[in-house]
């Protein structure tokens, strides 16, 4: 598993362009900044795809400092995460950095943190998270973990199995399972970029298919 893909629809041309993080070592970063995280479970990873929407933070400034801010408040509480802490921990410091930027639409977009075999998520906007797992005959089941439909984050928290698990998948409108399928057999072939693109492919169709029904 530990493999990822993500991607965003279409903007117009004076929308500012989604912005993805992935850091697939959180020990190390924390390292960076001098924080001590020893405390929490091994593989620690955060995903995140961060997109544009009316009166929330801009991407380019919620990729800059969210997972910092993450990082401390990780590292400040030495005892045992539940699943309901962190998913609390998602939504304050998602409120809080949006808080402090004046952005009263919040943060818009997906975040995952991996943490041994918990996934927890948060998603809003429209934007989603979701999971593919390995079948066999090279098949993939995708679960939907945590869609958001508005402003409020949807937090959900859910567990990974290690024999099964090919790679976690987020993008900023919502995740089509057919085009996730193919998303998850690229990424888990080594192919990220195949991967967004097979996700990309299903937001430029699906936005298509919108327009043609405004019309």
Known sequence: ???????????????????????????????????????????????????HAEGALPPDAA?????????????????????EALQALLVEVLSSVAAEH???GGVAGAVALVLGQRLVAAAS??????????????MKDVRSV??????????????????????????????????ARRSAVHAESGRPRAGAVALLQAGIKDSTDATKAAA
Not at 3 to 31: E, G
Not at 63 to 83: I, Q
Not at 125 to 138: E, F, K, R, V
């Open 146 to 179: 945590a869609a958001g439909a508005g402003v409020a984050m949807r937090t959900a928290c859910t567990r990974l199995d290690p024999s099964s698990a090919s790679c976690v998948l987020l993008h900023t409108h919502g995740i089509e399972e057919q085009s």
């Open 1 to 51: 598993g530990g493999k990822a893909s993500s991607t965003s629809a279409p903007s117009s041309a004076t929308a500012p362009a989604a912005r993805n993080l992935a850091i697939a070592d959180l020990h190390k970063a924390a390292d960076a900044f001098k924080l001590d995280i020893g405390h929490l479970d091994r593989p620690a990873a955060m995903l995140a795809l961060y997109k």
């Open 125 to 138: 906007h429209g934007a989603a998270c979701a999971i593919a797992d390995a079948l066999p005959g090279d």
């Open 102 to 104: 004046k952005a009263a």
């Open 63 to 83: 990729a800059k400092c969210v997972h910092e801010r993450l990082l401390k408040r990780l590292a400040a509480n030495r005892g045992a995460w539940s699943d």
